[in-house]
């Protein structure tokens, strides 16, 4: 990669938030006009346990740099039960990430709650760090 | 062993000739004498071509999803592995235990048809005994303890990420998207598997670096706490996949997290993915 | 004849690597395939054949046909893909080579002619290496192939322990027989005869078999196929693909790639119906194809005795098994 383009490279980073609590910290963050970094893509999802394995390694393929899954607070799932399951789904898969050899600052999954706005804001913020020192994602290459 | 066969032979007459089964899967000599591909017996008549050596690697279980509704019982042979394959298909709700007779076969295991030492898919085996069965031939075969269980998995994980990749890339890149190792773990018996689903979206017809690891890993995801070991889909790959290296790394990390865990021992123990506590570990969330 | 020492061999790889790609049967992380020569692997002339079949040089597993871009629903871009070179495939052995004709006669003939293989098939040089062993698994002379060489190559080469024999059978060969000339020495010797160990009777089968669509033989053998692709994608004859499109947006491109009657879903149709839809119908297609369809149209058999899918057939299904079955059943009688 060229130097030009190396300095113009922003990293894309793919939020799945839940949408009654990351969805919502994050929704504060800007009604408060916190500052957080552009790059985040934000996805609704109705809870974190809807967000499947699959789309993290497919966001990888087709050209995230990171991937960040927020949900509830374990005990304030709006459904209950669904964030138990992100929990042990994420944790598995995390390690599978690292094994195949993505960094594993990468991918990130974190409990945000409706009034967490900052912590939402450190979290992106964290992570677009983490990932502009590593660079782009050049693994599970694009499908191009 | 070949004590075994007379017994598989007899018995296989008796349930055929009693009306007992339909019919009984299990294994017959192909052309060569390292050969030992699975076997349909349907009548009495055919029973002497069973046989029971140390080429039998093939898993019987997986043709149970044939004929989910039979007309008649469905024997078959079952060695340690093909009877947890069995339990998996049970819990996975795919086939009935009512419709099955397991003819349980006590196995010391098997010997690579290339090389003649005993096959890669035995080497860890801590299950020789089938666990479910109607009757039961052989001795019991005493089960010890497999410390390299997780040996390669270990070797691996001490890489840098730029190593781990490198590595799976190269293994990757020789994937020929043959689907054999879905067709023959028992695990993998999703009615319409996401592979065959490519005008959704999730994985692309191409053969590529990127398509192939998307299938491999997930396909490592989709069994992760299901798969009970059997190694059958290192054994049919034909480019030599390490996939075994993949699926342990999955069940080694289950282990960890969620407590010692065995899939299929017995039809009733939810796997760990399915369930939860709710004082689970929580590392970094 | 001309010959060529096998110590010299590699000056004569380098010679014709200059002008075109040269594909050398090597190990490329521990799969046995054709490979850019100087590429990472190493050189195997002694093994009797490679594991992948040389057909992805004129068929490529994934090969994209056009690739589009858009703006505004206007087509800005559109590239139809010609990815053709030259090439020379060295090594390939008789059987192969007859794989290549079968290939021709699919691509090339019966009024519509495939360009993508055209182009490629145009710019190919075959220089087949004749056997001198057998695998326990090839049956190539029962299928009507010769081990020792194929009249249809550009070079025919044979094995004479220290040195290749070396002769041109076309024009296109002639050229590279030429380029090699300061290598060649004039040395007595003719080429051991080899035949293979297994041995079966195809006499009849494709007259045989049209008489047996309904047999029971098909329920028979097809009992402990598991449906993968592992025998469709490592025979050097099967040609069949499916077409898709990816999209991303506003760019995308069309491409085709291998596909294999032994998925359940391959001959799918819209709505659900499948006319295929166990394995029975599949594997009947498949030997059917191979040892009558292929005969009536183009008067060949398409399967050329290889032996790759014995070998590698997780569940052991057997082509030479099935057609001495053939010989032992009455076509309509039950088995």
């Known amino acids: 990669m060229d130097v030009i383009e190396e300095q113009q490279w922003e990293p894309k980073i793919l939020a799945f938030c839940c949408n009654w609590c990351a969805y919502s910290g994050a929704d504060l963050a800007g009604l408060n006009r916190m500052k957080y970094p552009e790059n985040i893509r934000i996805l609704r999802v109705p809870c974190s346990a809807r967000v499947n394995p699959q789309f993290i390694l497919r966001a990888f393929q087709k050209g995230a740099d990171g991937v960040l899954v927020a949900g509830c607070h374990p005990g304030d799932c709006h459904y209950a039960t669904g964030n138990y399951y992100t929990r042990r789904r994420f944790q598995v898969m995390k390690r599978l990430l690292e094994y195949s050899g993505i960094d594993p600052r990468r991918f990130q999954a974190k409990w945000v709650s409706g009034a967490e706005a900052d912590k939402f804001r450190a979290t992106v913020t964290k992570l677009c760090e983490d990932v502009k020192a590593i660079g782009p994602s050049r693994k599970l290459g694009g499908s191009k | 062993m070949s004590d075994t066969t007379v017994k598989m032979r007899d018995i296989a007459k008796d349930l055929l000739d009693k009306g007992t089964v339909h019919y009984i899967i299990g294994w017959e000599k192909g052309r060569f004498s390292n050969q030992s591909p699975p076997a349909f017996i349907t009548s009495a008549a055919h029973a002497d071509r069973l046989i029971w050596d140390e080429y039998c690697l093939a898993s019987t279980a997986k043709y149970l999803l044939d004929d989910k509704f039979p007309a008649g019982k469905i024997g078959i042979f079952a060695r340690g592995c093909d009877a947890r394959a069995i339990n998996r298909l049970i819990q996975d709700g795919q086939i009935n235990r009512e419709n099955i007779y397991i003819v349980g076969i006590c196995c010391s295991g098997m010997k690579d048809p290339a090389t003649g030492n005993t096959a890669d898919k035995c080497q860890h085996c801590t299950h020789p005994n089938p666990i479910v069965y109607d009757i039961l031939i052989g001795d019991p075969v005493p089960e010890t303890d497999k410390p390299e269980r997780f040996k390669a998995i270990e070797e691996l994980e001490k890489l840098s990420p730029d190593e781990k990749h490198a590595y799976w890339s190269k293994q990757f890149e020789k994937c020929i998207r043959c689907y054999a190792c879905r067709n023959v773990c028992p695990a993998c018996n999703c009615r319409e598997c996401f592979v065959d689903q490519y005008r959704v979206g999730w994985q692309g017809k191409q053969n590529n670096l990127a398509e192939n690891q998307l299938f491999g890993l997930t396909r490592a995801y989709h069994i992760a706490d299901r798969c009970i070991e059997c190694g059958e889909c290192a054994r049919a790959c034909p480019m030599d996949l390490p996939l075994m290296e993949l699926n342990r790394k999955l069940i080694k990390d289950i282990n960890q997290l969620f407590g010692p865990y065995e899939a299929s021992l017995d039809t009733e123990t939810t796997p760990p993915l399915a369930k939860y506590h709710l004082k689970d570990l929580e590392e970094f969330m | ?335």
């Open chain 3, 1 to 335: 004849m001309k010959t060529i020492a096998k110590s010299r061999i590699n000056e004569a790889l380098a010679i014709l690597a200059k002008e075109s790609k040269l594909l050398v049967p090597m190990k490329v992380n521990g799969i046995s395939k054709y490979a850019p020569w100087g590429s990472e692997g190493t050189i195997q002339f002694e093994e009797v054949n490679t594991l992948l079949p040389p057909k992805d040089t004129l068929f490529p597993h994934t090969e994209k046909m056009y690739s589009y871009k858009i703006a505004n629903q206007e087509i800005t871009e559109l590239n139809i893909h010609d990815d053709s070179a030259p090439q020379i495939l060295f090594g390939v052995r008789p059987c192969d080579m007859q794989s290549i004709k079968c290939m021709d006669d699919v691509f090339l003939t019966k009024s519509y002619v495939d360009d993508f293989y055209k182009n490629k098939r145009e710019k190919l040089i075959t220089i087949c290496i004749g056997c001198t062993k057998t695998a326990p698994t090839c049956f190539c002379d029962s299928m009507g192939v010769d081990p020792s060489r194929h009249e249809a190559a550009d070079v025919q080469m044979y094995d004479l322990g220290d040195s290749y024999g070396i002769e041109a059978q076309t024009e296109a060969g002639q050229t590279v027989v030429n380029k090699l000339q300061e290598l060649m020495e004039d040395q007595a010797g003719d080429p051991t005869a080899v035949s293979c160990t297994l041995k079966v009777d195809a006499s009849g089968i494709p007259a045989k078999l049209s008489t047996m669509f309904e047999h029971p033989i098909w329920k028979e053998i097809s009992r402990k196929c598991i449906g993968c692709g592992t025998c469709t994608y490592l025979c050097p004859t099967c040609y069949c693909f499916d077409m898709e499109t990816t999209n991303n947006g506003n760019e995308g491109y069309r491409f085709r790639c291998w596909d294999s009657c032994m998925f359940s879903e391959y001959s799918r149709m819209a709505g659900g119906h499948n006319p295929r839809p166990s394995k029975n119908e599949r594997i009947r297609n498949r030997f059917l194809h191979k040892l009558e369809f292929f005969n009536e149209r183009y008067g060949k058999n398409l399967c050329v005795g290889c032996g790759r899918c014995i070998a590698k057939c997780p569940v052991n299904v057997d082509i030479t098994l099935f057609i001495d079955k053939l010989k032992e059943v009455a076509a309509d009688e039950p088995v």
